[in-house]
């Protein structure tokens, strides 16, 4: 389990207004064993381990984000987020005339990704942060919760303790509390993030027919599809879920065989896919070797000849999965190059045997980077390309030529075949868009 926790030791007073001047305090935030807090005091030419800072304007901070914080993830790769979305998710948000370390929140909806990067040299602030984190942080997202959780009640009861009540913090978070407690409240405010909106600020036409959609794809669908087709995108999910529907589509019935590794829910989500993956491989008695397109358009009960000639007719941000009759699904893919095409029905396949048990669920492939969408890059990789066979025919080649080879060999991308090796350590890859990312998603700073 990954540490996420703030410390916090109470200080004088300031000459501020009395919430901000009562909550100061000598500030550490821990995540894991690195101290984002740790600082060099440029004045009094100083390192410390703590920031002097007022609690409040974090506090306050986390609590107005809370749904975003919790239920918005990370834009998908190469769109820059909008100022919006970075003031829900970066921490210099927090503001009020102190100085934050740069330090950023996506939720992937089963871990809250926290990314961190030192102040620059040239920093003319007061105060320049000293550490960063190496790579994202995952933590579980109930455990990052429970830390704001406790860090909002300490600040509330310091501010008890001085007598300074009724503040907009305590207003805020009562409210919050309030509304984690009632089903209807909290997935109306699901929902809200999810479209990327602050509370209350989703247009009324908008969230009735997202709660519509709702009703029609299922909400662990819609988490994936709502950030794509939200306020970034003008809220054209409504009608783009339409023409969706009106696609003629590719339809199947699904014979991939149940998986014991399935029902699991341990581990992080590339990891229980690389184990579906390779125990469906050996379900299939093809532990080893290359899997070819007749036999992965098997699984999901299409022929080859009528995915060669499936052609998307708009340019859409997901493929999607209809359940029909009789178990049939209409799979509407995006991709028109045919290893995209092969690649992005091997993820279809993964969210099938994923979702198998869901009721009527609807299959979706993003380019977002929830739990979900993991999952799925890594089974599709691990399942077209297994890392041991992968290694097997490279034979410690691990030159341009070789992965080029590689790519046609097992017919996947070459951005694949980098990305298998660089998350199992044997190189190091530019490529960040499978299991484990690595480096910043964008620069911070507000």
Known sequence: MT????SLDWASASQDIPEISLSMTHLTLHIGDVSLMQNEDIWAKTIRDSALVSAYPLAMWLAAS???LNFEPLPAPGVYPAMDWRMAHEMGAANHGFVWPKVLFASDCEYMQIWAMPSSANNRQSVRYLNGLDSPASVKLVDFQLGVENFISSVLDRLDAVNCRNTDLWNVWQLIQEERTDAQSLNYRR?????GYDPDECPDEMMSQTQALEQTMGSEALTELAPIYGKSAGGSAYNVIEEM?????LIGTPNAPSLQQSKSTLGKPWRRAVAI???LRESLSNKNGVIDNKQLYALLGLSTAAVEAWTPN???????GIPGINKQIKFVPRKKHPMAKRFELARLLGDYILTENMDKQWLTSTDLSTARQKYQRAFAAEFLCPIEDLQDFLGN????DAIEDAAEHFQVSQTTVNSLLKNNGLIFSPYTNYYPEAGLPYKLGI
């Open 245 to 249: 529907l009106a696609s003629p589509g």
């Open 277 to 279: 993956a390779r125990e």
């Open 3 to 6: 540490l996420f926790k703030f």
């Open 314 to 320: 708009a340019r859409h941000g997901a493929a999607i």
């Open 191 to 195: 929902l809200e993030a999810e479209l």
């Open 66 to 68: 809370w749904w975003r």
């Open 397 to 400: 080649d691990y030159s341009e």
